[in-house]
């Protein structure tokens, strides 16, 4: 079973990049049929998927944040990474990383509190 932490800066400030990492252990984000995800949760409001790093390497985004994201990988360090740009305060949020498999379904980071403040 996989586990993933998250890090980054918990505060940000309106219209800085928000950067995130996520470090997997107990299997490769390279092994196939691994997908790896960014959801982000805002007070008070749902889960809110933002996009996905398949084990290939191919990403997908969310139509909504797609011109604000991007997801990229670290083979060497077994890690991916969430980029979102030109934030505001409506991006306060817990943001989690998340792997899936057919086999062993969804596993969750713990999350992580993101504040957009200036």
């Known amino acids: 079973q996989v586990q993933l932490q998250e890090s980054g800066p918990g505060l940000v400030k309106p219209s800085q990049t928000l950067s995130l990492t996520c470090t997997v252990s107990?299997?490769?984000?390279?092994?196939?049929?691994?997908?790896w995800s960014w959801i982000r949760q805002p007070p008070g409001k749902g889960l809110e998927w933002m996009g996905v790093?398949?084990?290939?390497?191919?990403?997908y985004y969310s139509p909504s944040l797609k011109s604000r994201t991007s997801i990229s990988r670290d083979t060497s360090k077994n890690q991916f990474s969430l980029q979102l740009s030109s934030v505001t305060p409506e991006d306060t949020a817990v943001y989690y990383c998340?792997?899936?498999?057919?086999?062993?379904?969804?596993?969750w980071s713990q999350g992580t509190q993101v504040t957009v403040s200036s």
């Open positions: 998340a792997s899936r498999t057919v086999v062993d379904g969804t596993t």
């Open positions: 107990g299997d490769s984000i390279t092994t196939t049929y691994y997908s």
């Open positions: 790093i398949a084990y290939d390497g191919s990403t």
